[in-house]
């Protein structure tokens, strides 16, 4: 596809739970973001991967949130012994080289419930 | 660190009236302004931006301007239609900090019935 794609769209899990959700970037874009859309609340900078380089992994809330990309395409979000305040909407996006006033390509995100 | 600031929402309007959604920043250096918009369903999406001061972005109708000494970036739209209907985020990057990521405000739900 065109734009960023992100799965699943809908993600219920049990507190305590793992959960993975996948990001995929367009296609030739080397800049990959993720954030978290709380109720109410603005978007929240997660991680950052440019490139080869080391991610910026700054925005992070805790030790059981990671993120990987494999080849520099595909990246996935792990959120491990899930809580019920990690419930939100996780966003990816993507731009052509990460320049800080680029257009950011935004997918329609996973929305995370924690029962 | 940096911030937005944007009005509290939700703003309902009727078809044609005048928009104005006031956002405020603050932030270091010369930060580039934007305004993403995300439609009920879709993803955000860029609006519009600015890179610089007295810079004024533009798209489908909807006008901001970089106000540095009022540290301002207020979205305008002289005839809102139903389909304008959506939540509104304010945001900037810090070029001269070297930053990178988007800062975003809490974003405002405009509703406009016909």
């Known amino acids: 596809g065109a734009g960023v794609s992100q799965s699943p769209s809908n993600k219920v899990t049990e507190k305590g739970k793992d959960v993975e959700l996948r990001c995929d970037p367009i296609s030739g874009h080397t800049a990959l973001y993720w954030y978290r859309q709380s109720l109410g609340q603005g978007l929240e900078f997660l991680i950052y991967?440019?490139?080869?380089?080391?991610?910026?992994k700054s925005g992070l809330p805790s030790d059981r949130f990671s993120a990987e990309r494999t080849g520099g395409s595909v990246s996935t979000l792990t959120i491990q012994r899930t809580q019920q305040e990690d419930s939100a909407v996780y966003l990816c996006?993507?731009?052509?080289?990460?320049?800080?006033?680029?257009?950011?390509?935004f997918g329609s995100g996973t929305q995370l419930s924690v029962l | 660190g940096d911030s937005v600031t944007q009005m509290e929402g939700p703003v309902t309007l009727s078809e044609e009236a005048f928009l104005t959604i006031n956002c405020t920043y603050t932030?270091?250096?010369?930060?580039?302004l934007f305004w993403y918009v995300q439609y009920p369903g879709e993803g955000l999406q860029l609006l519009l931006k600015a890179t610089k001061a007295d810079d004024k972005g533009s798209n489908k109708g909807f006008e901001a301007t970089y106000r540095k000494e009022t540290t301002s970036f207020h979205l305008e739209k002289g005839s809102v239609q139903v389909s304008d209907s959506a939540v509104y985020f304010c945001a900037l990057t810090n070029s001269g900090a070297g930053s990178y990521q988007l800062t975003f405000g809490k974003g405002t739900k405009l509703s406009v019935i016909p």
């Open positions: 991967f440019q490139g080869n380089s080391a991610p910026d």
């Open positions: 932030a270091t250096g010369y930060p580039s």
């Open positions: 996006a993507s731009t052509r080289g990460g320049a800080t006033n680029e257009k950011l390509f």
